[in-house]
């Protein structure tokens, strides 16, 4: 049965406008980041880059186009405070000023003169659209009951793939056809920023974070903690900021969850962000021949959303994340193991495999952490999401230029990844439980 608070909430179902609003943030948030994945060649041709080998244009760690991926990535950093602000001024408020900050950002990099200006332009929208992903997920999760949850976090991320389908179909016509380059493709965003308008109508804010508001400010007003029966010990002043934002109860959960998260972040972080230059500029498959590829995996990133979703709501979200957790570490194997046919067969399954995954981890890292700081902790984990992409994108050059082999560089980054995946099952089950049971308000 539902917890005595949660009866008295208008929950959602997963169709509901402002899921489905989470859902587009989530297509502007997909198209403004992969945008530099998938154009960072055309990026480095048209300011002069390029290196004399595959390893000397990417080497992260010896190239100017490594160092400025580098800075791209760590400045989603940022993320952290944007999404923890959220706990004060609100979900949807937010969401739609990073989105549209973002998109007016990526839009901007257009114009950039040179490629440290096109390094600069990014590193500030980075973190605004890594915190519309972190907060996009929470309100996902706070507008929906149990039976809905993972169907409107799986919603989400579809959006986020769209966007990343939409960027990779684009950059073919835009660049091969019309001839504009990258600066064509990301002025293409200004048609997002003119939707923001038509999204805000759609998003509202959650009633989790009204009811939890409305609460502080009555006992801010009688100045004792006297607080709603049904709405358990809400915290008498918000907590926003470090680990301290977190109950001391609740820290080892989010302690695992870092670790887990920088661990998938570790491969997906140089596994995704190689792919281009691997495949086109190692194996000479055309970029027609990629977009091909992506277009493919269009259906299995909702196939694994559909095999994420039954697997948590039937087996539970620690099992439903454990699996997903190690078919990613054998795409990322198999992907760089030297063969066209290969990749893409490797590609096919960490798209599948990261769609499932999503949604499992999406809906277990919402509902293990109160209302209080449940956008906090998610900017704790695009933080650790960050650091562990960085340090696998520097330890696969590292070992890719020592070894010349980008098949070794997969392993010293997969291997670790997979030796984590049992570190799922500590963490309580949520399964069918409403957010008032799985994670209720705890006396400061």
Known sequence: MPAPAATRLNLRAWLHPTVIAVALLGVASGFSQYAVTASLSDVASAFGADGADMATQVGLSTTTVGIGLAIIRLASLGALPLSSAADRLGRRRVLMVCTTAGLALTALAAVSPSFWWFVFIFAIGRPLMSAVNAVGSVVAAEETSSAHRTKAVALGIAGYGLGVGIVSLLRVPINSILGFGFRGLFASSLLLLAAMPLIGRLLSETGRFERLRATVGQQVAAGSATPDPGAAAAPATPRLHGLTAVHPALRQRLVILIV??????????????????????????????????????????????????????????????????LALTAAGILMYSGRPAALLGGYWLAVLAQAAYGTAYGALTTEVFPTSNRATTQGWLAAAGVLGAVAGLVLFGAVSDATGSFVVAALAVCLPCAATALGYLPLPETRGLELEESAPELPV
């Open 260 to 325: 887990l998260t920088f661990a998938v972040n570790f491969v997906t972080g140089p596994v995704n962000t190689f792919l281009f230059f691997y495949a086109e500029g190692q194996l000479g498959i055309t970029r027609a021949g990629m977009a091909g590829a992506v277009v493919a995996a269009g259906a299995l990133g909702p196939l694994g959303l559909l095999i994420g979703r039954w697997a948590a709501d039937r087996t539970g979200r620690r099992m439903a994340s454990v699996l997903p957790h």
